[in-house]
């Protein structure tokens, strides 16, 4: 009976680890359009089988919201999603939704949730759960200040510039 609990176990697992593959599949780290900590996102990207609850994971340690993202489908993880409390009028919705101070449906026909994090131009994000997946990069793959992001061209694969 111990053996086959085992089994069943191992299976499970094995199981959970072909299904959950998400992925960190663009950032921008450095933004020419806001200041850093209010413009900086990141992009996840279910490259499981399965529907994955990202409440379960965490970038750099900080929960990173309540959404449900479903096989081959993204989420942007947006520093500021609108803008809050600080001295500035700057945020994620500013920038690339439509400045009305709300992310709703007339800003983009995507999924967005606001996360803790701080990006640098030479820094290794982590997203953990089960298991981690990181990303490093630095600031001579390119992306700083120019308005542009740094992107994953293979899903499945490595770190890739």
Not at 34 to 59: M, Q
Not at 106 to 132: A, Q
Request: glycine share 8%; net charge negative; charged share 20%.
């Amino acid at each position: 009976m111990k053996k086959q609990m085992l089994i069943l176990l191992t299976i499970v697992f094995i199981v959970r680890l072909v299904a959950a593959d998400m992925v960190i599949s663009e950032v921008m780290y450095d933004p020419n359009q806001a200041s850093d900590t209010d413009a900086e996102w990141i992009e996840l990207y279910n490259n499981g089988s399965t529907i994955e609850n990202v409440s379960n994971y965490r970038i750099d340690g900080a929960s990173i919201g309540n959404q449900v993202l479903f096989p081959q489908e993204f989420l942007v993880v947006a520093r500021e999603l609108v803008d809050g409390s600080d001295t500035d009028n700057e945020s994620f919705e500013s920038v690339w939704g439509n400045n009305d101070g709300l992310w709703n449906s007339s800003d983009g026909n995507y999924k967005v949730t606001e996360g803790t994090f701080s990006l640098t131009s030479n820094d290794t994000i982590v997203l953990s759960s089960t298991l981690n997946n990181t990303l490093s990069y630095d600031s001579s793959w390119g992306a700083s200040g120019n308005g542009k992001t740094l992107a994953k061209i293979n899903l499945s694969g490595g770190n890739t510039k």
